[in-house]
Each structure stands twice: as structure tokens, then as C-alpha cells.
């Protein structure tokens, strides 16, 4: 995954993603990595401008205006991400 925040660009290696929720608008976003400390990092900008999808270097996607519902410490536990469309 790319995270894009105000003030920077983030890559984090991903084991798994789920996107959740049939609204395209209104997605729920599960990932677990073990990068758990760049996850912090990204939790501190709070707003998130764009998170981009990749699988085996292809972009598979994006999602827009996000927020951290939770951010996992443990690898084996996902973080979670909503949509903030205000």
C-alpha cells in the first residue's frame, strides 16, 4: 500500500488487505503488515489523501479520504481504515 498524508508519502509492505463494505465511497480497509512502526507514523497525520492498492508491483486501485478507526501493534492483528467524506 501507498499512503499519502499532508505531509508525506508512505510505502508499507502488506502480508494482507481487505477492503470491506459495497459503497464504493463508504470502504472499510483492513491491512496487516509487520511495518507496525511506519503504521504509527502514518496514524500521527491523521487524515489519509489517498491510500493506493498494489499487488506484484501493478496498481490495483485507490481509495480517498481516510482515517484510522484502529492501528494494530501486533503483526498478526489488522488496522483499520474508514472512509471521511465531510
Do not use: C
Not at 488487505?17 to 483492513?30: A, D, F, N, T, W
Amino acid at each position: 500500500l501507498v499512503f499519502y498524508t499532508d505531509r508525506a508519502r508512505y510505502e508499507v509492505l502488506v502480508t494482507k488487505y481487505v477492503r470491506r463494505g459495497s459503497h464504493p465511497l463508504k470502504p472499510e480497509i483492513q491491512f496487516w503488515t509487520e511495518d507496525v512502526h511506519t503504521v504509527r507514523s502514518i496514524a500521527i497525520d491523521e487524515r489519509i489523501d489517498l491510500v493506493e492498492f498494489y499487488e506484484n508491483g501493478i496498481q490495483r486501485g485507490g481509495t480517498r479520504n481516510l482515517l484510522f478507526r484502529s492501528v494494530s501493534l501486533d503483526p498478526e492483528e489488522p488496522s483499520v481504515l474508514y472512509a471521511n467524506w465531510i
